[in-house]
Protein backbone atom coordinates (compact mmCIF):
# COMPACT_ATOMS: atom_id res chain seq x y z
CA UNK A 1 0.00 0.00 0.00
CA UNK A 2 0.95 3.76 -0.98
CA UNK A 3 1.95 5.31 2.01
CA UNK A 4 1.33 9.32 2.15
CA UNK A 5 1.40 12.62 4.43
CA UNK A 6 1.22 15.91 2.95
CA UNK A 7 1.87 19.02 5.93
CA UNK A 8 0.44 22.47 4.78
CA UNK A 9 1.71 25.32 7.17
CA UNK A 10 1.43 28.87 6.66
CA UNK A 11 0.18 32.21 8.12
CA UNK A 12 -3.68 32.34 9.42
CA UNK A 13 -5.47 32.74 6.32
CA UNK A 14 -3.03 31.07 3.96
CA UNK A 15 -6.12 28.77 2.87
CA UNK A 16 -4.33 25.66 4.13
CA UNK A 17 -8.11 24.19 5.77
CA UNK A 18 -9.30 25.07 1.81
CA UNK A 19 -6.58 23.22 0.52
CA UNK A 20 -6.28 20.32 3.33
CA UNK A 21 -9.83 19.76 2.30
CA UNK A 22 -9.48 19.60 -1.15
CA UNK A 23 -6.39 17.49 -1.30
CA UNK A 24 -8.00 15.28 0.45
CA UNK A 25 -10.51 14.26 -1.70
CA UNK A 26 -8.67 14.49 -4.74
CA UNK A 27 -5.87 12.00 -3.16
CA UNK A 28 -8.42 10.33 -0.56
CA UNK A 29 -6.38 11.22 2.71
CA UNK A 30 -8.05 11.61 5.90
CA UNK A 31 -8.40 15.12 6.85
CA UNK A 32 -6.62 15.96 10.20
CA UNK A 33 -8.00 18.81 11.92
CA UNK A 34 -6.41 19.72 15.33
CA UNK A 35 -9.48 21.78 15.99
CA UNK A 36 -11.84 18.82 15.56
CA UNK A 37 -10.14 16.77 17.93
CA UNK A 38 -9.34 19.76 20.59
CA UNK A 39 -13.36 20.16 20.34
CA UNK A 40 -14.01 16.75 20.80
CA UNK A 41 -11.90 16.87 23.98
CA UNK A 42 -13.36 19.78 25.66
CA UNK A 43 -17.03 18.14 24.92
CA UNK A 44 -16.07 15.43 26.24
CA UNK A 45 -15.35 17.30 29.57
CA UNK A 46 -17.87 19.68 29.57
CA UNK A 47 -19.85 16.56 30.63
CA UNK A 48 -17.49 16.51 33.70
CA UNK A 49 -18.37 17.78 37.25
CA UNK A 50 -15.35 20.66 37.84
CA UNK A 51 -14.06 18.42 40.54
CA UNK A 52 -13.47 15.48 38.42
CA UNK A 53 -9.83 14.15 38.21
CA UNK A 54 -11.06 12.93 33.98
CA UNK A 55 -10.60 17.19 34.05
CA UNK A 56 -6.99 16.07 34.05
CA UNK A 57 -4.38 14.42 31.13
CA UNK A 58 -0.86 13.40 32.49
CA UNK A 59 2.05 13.99 30.44
CA UNK A 60 5.69 12.89 31.22
CA UNK A 61 4.69 13.66 34.73
CA UNK A 62 2.95 16.82 34.70
CA UNK A 63 -0.44 17.53 35.20
CA UNK A 64 -2.97 19.28 32.08
CA UNK A 65 -6.04 20.61 33.67
CA UNK A 66 -8.54 20.21 29.77
CA UNK A 67 -10.63 23.22 31.12
CA UNK A 68 -7.82 25.81 31.62
CA UNK A 69 -6.48 24.20 27.87
CA UNK A 70 -10.41 24.90 26.58
CA UNK A 71 -10.14 28.86 27.76
CA UNK A 72 -6.48 29.13 26.54
CA UNK A 73 -8.43 27.62 23.19
CA UNK A 74 -11.36 30.54 23.19
CA UNK A 75 -8.96 33.11 23.63
CA UNK A 76 -7.41 32.73 20.32
CA UNK A 77 -4.06 31.41 21.71
CA UNK A 78 -2.53 27.72 21.48
CA UNK A 79 -3.06 25.08 23.84
CA UNK A 80 -0.12 23.70 26.06
CA UNK A 81 2.32 21.78 23.46
CA UNK A 82 2.41 18.78 25.76
CA UNK A 83 -1.56 18.46 26.01
CA UNK A 84 -2.09 18.89 22.49
CA UNK A 85 1.02 16.57 20.87
CA UNK A 86 -0.89 13.74 23.56
CA UNK A 87 -3.66 14.07 21.98
CA UNK A 88 -2.76 14.17 18.10
CA UNK A 89 -0.48 11.35 18.65
CA UNK A 90 -2.73 9.08 20.07
CA UNK A 91 -4.73 9.94 16.51
CA UNK A 92 -2.23 9.58 14.14
CA UNK A 93 -1.26 6.15 15.68
CA UNK A 94 -5.00 5.37 15.27
CA UNK A 95 -5.38 6.22 11.49
CA UNK A 96 -2.39 4.44 10.57
CA UNK A 97 -3.77 1.45 12.00
CA UNK A 98 -6.67 2.25 10.20
CA UNK A 99 -4.89 2.70 7.07
CA UNK A 100 -5.18 6.04 6.30
CA UNK A 101 -2.77 8.30 4.98
CA UNK A 102 -3.05 12.10 6.20
CA UNK A 103 -3.15 15.34 5.24
CA UNK A 104 -1.98 18.39 7.74
CA UNK A 105 -2.97 21.77 8.10
CA UNK A 106 -3.12 22.53 11.66
CA UNK A 107 -0.14 20.49 13.04
CA UNK A 108 2.56 20.86 14.07
CA UNK A 109 2.09 24.16 15.26
CA UNK A 110 5.09 24.45 17.85
CA UNK A 111 8.60 23.13 17.40
CA UNK A 112 7.72 20.84 20.39
CA UNK A 113 4.94 19.25 18.50
CA UNK A 114 7.08 18.81 15.48
CA UNK A 115 9.64 17.08 17.40
CA UNK A 116 7.34 14.37 18.91
CA UNK A 117 5.16 14.02 15.88
CA UNK A 118 7.82 14.54 13.24
CA UNK A 119 10.10 11.06 14.35
CA UNK A 120 6.67 9.24 14.88
CA UNK A 121 5.11 9.65 11.19
CA UNK A 122 8.75 8.61 9.65
CA UNK A 123 8.81 5.46 11.87
CA UNK A 124 4.76 4.86 10.69
CA UNK A 125 4.78 6.58 7.11
CA UNK A 126 8.59 6.44 5.87
CA UNK A 127 10.46 10.27 5.82
CA UNK A 128 10.42 9.65 1.81
CA UNK A 129 6.77 9.88 1.81
CA UNK A 130 6.19 13.10 3.80
CA UNK A 131 5.80 16.33 1.57
CA UNK A 132 5.87 19.78 3.27
CA UNK A 133 3.86 23.08 1.73
CA UNK A 134 4.50 26.70 3.24
CA UNK A 135 1.84 28.29 1.96
CA UNK A 136 2.95 32.13 1.79
CA UNK A 137 0.80 35.30 2.01
CA UNK A 138 1.75 38.21 2.70
CA UNK A 139 0.79 40.02 6.49
CA UNK A 140 -1.40 42.31 5.00
CA UNK A 141 -3.88 39.88 3.46
CA UNK A 142 -3.38 37.86 6.51
CA UNK A 143 -5.61 40.29 8.55
CA UNK A 144 -7.48 41.22 5.57
CA UNK A 145 -8.60 37.74 5.14
CA UNK A 146 -9.47 36.69 8.88
CA UNK A 147 -11.07 39.30 9.39
CA UNK A 148 -13.36 38.66 6.57
CA UNK A 149 -13.57 34.71 7.43
CA UNK A 150 -17.03 32.73 7.45
CA UNK A 151 -17.27 29.64 8.72
CA UNK A 152 -20.33 26.56 7.38
CA UNK A 153 -23.46 26.23 9.89
CA UNK A 154 -23.28 22.70 9.27
CA UNK A 155 -19.86 21.63 8.68
CA UNK A 156 -17.82 24.27 10.35
CA UNK A 157 -15.88 24.57 6.63
CA UNK A 158 -13.82 27.21 6.93
CA UNK A 159 -14.30 29.72 4.00
CA UNK A 160 -11.44 31.79 3.12
CA UNK A 161 -12.15 35.23 1.61
CA UNK A 162 -11.23 36.08 -1.21
CA UNK A 163 -12.00 37.45 -4.65
CA UNK A 164 -13.76 34.11 -5.62
CA UNK A 165 -15.66 33.52 -1.82
CA UNK A 166 -16.27 37.18 -0.72
CA UNK A 167 -20.25 36.86 -2.08
CA UNK A 168 -21.03 33.23 -0.83
CA UNK A 169 -23.84 33.33 1.54
CA UNK A 170 -23.91 29.25 1.65
CA UNK A 171 -21.05 26.54 1.74
CA UNK A 172 -20.13 25.49 -1.58
CA UNK A 173 -19.18 21.97 -0.24
CA UNK A 174 -22.54 21.16 1.78
CA UNK A 175 -25.15 24.43 1.19
CA UNK A 176 -25.38 25.28 4.84
CA UNK A 177 -25.58 28.95 6.03
CA UNK A 178 -22.44 31.14 6.21
CA UNK A 179 -21.69 32.69 9.56
CA UNK A 180 -18.74 35.13 10.68
CA UNK A 181 -16.62 33.02 13.49
CA UNK A 182 -16.88 33.88 17.01
CA UNK A 183 -13.32 33.52 17.41
CA UNK A 184 -12.74 35.84 14.90
CA UNK A 185 -12.22 39.33 16.30
CA UNK A 186 -9.23 41.52 15.39
CA UNK A 187 -7.89 41.36 18.97
CA UNK A 188 -7.44 37.38 18.53
CA UNK A 189 -6.69 37.59 14.68
CA UNK A 190 -3.76 39.42 16.34
CA UNK A 191 -3.12 37.27 19.02
CA UNK A 192 -2.78 34.22 16.29
CA UNK A 193 -0.88 35.91 13.75
CA UNK A 194 1.58 36.77 16.37
CA UNK A 195 1.47 32.83 17.73
CA UNK A 196 2.35 31.62 14.07
CA UNK A 197 5.36 34.14 13.75
CA UNK A 198 6.92 33.16 17.29
CA UNK A 199 5.96 29.81 17.53
CA UNK A 200 4.71 28.34 13.98
CA UNK A 201 7.25 29.72 11.55
CA UNK A 202 10.42 28.36 13.57
CA UNK A 203 9.43 24.64 12.73
CA UNK A 204 10.92 25.71 9.63
CA UNK A 205 14.16 24.94 11.24
CA UNK A 206 13.13 21.94 12.59
CA UNK A 207 12.11 20.30 8.91
CA UNK A 208 15.50 21.11 7.84
CA UNK A 209 17.43 19.62 10.37
CA UNK A 210 15.37 15.92 9.78
CA UNK A 211 16.37 16.81 6.05
CA UNK A 212 12.70 17.33 5.32
CA UNK A 213 12.15 19.77 2.00
CA UNK A 214 9.67 22.99 2.18
CA UNK A 215 7.97 23.41 -0.37
CA UNK A 216 6.69 26.76 -0.89
CA UNK A 217 3.69 27.88 -2.73
CA UNK A 218 2.73 31.29 -3.45
CA UNK A 219 -0.66 31.59 -1.43
CA UNK A 220 -1.65 34.99 -2.63
CA UNK A 221 -2.58 32.84 -6.50
CA UNK A 222 -6.83 31.83 -6.67
CA UNK A 223 -7.89 28.48 -4.56
CA UNK A 224 -7.36 26.55 -8.00
CA UNK A 225 -3.97 27.76 -9.05
CA UNK A 226 -2.55 27.42 -5.37
CA UNK A 227 -4.47 23.92 -5.33
CA UNK A 228 -2.46 22.76 -8.99
CA UNK A 229 0.91 23.56 -8.00
CA UNK A 230 0.58 21.70 -5.05
CA UNK A 231 -0.32 18.78 -6.73
CA UNK A 232 1.86 18.98 -9.58
CA UNK A 233 4.55 19.07 -6.89
CA UNK A 234 2.95 15.76 -5.12
CA UNK A 235 3.00 13.99 -7.89
ZN1 LIG B 1 -19.75 23.37 4.81
Not at 206 to 218: L, T
Not at 222 to 230: A, E, Q, T
Request: aromatic share 8%; with cysteine.
Amino acid sequence: MNRQIVILFGPPGAGKGTQAELLSEKLNLFNFETSKILEEKFKEIQKLKEDSLKRFVEVAGEKFDVLKEKQLWLDGKLCSPPFVTLLIKEKIRKLYEEGENIIFSGSPRTIYEAEEELPLLEKLYGKENIKVFYIEISPEQTIYRNSNRKICELMRHSILFDKETKDLTICPLDGSKLLKRELDTPETIKVRIKEFQDRTYPIIDVYKKRNIVVNKIKGEQSISNVFKDILAIIR
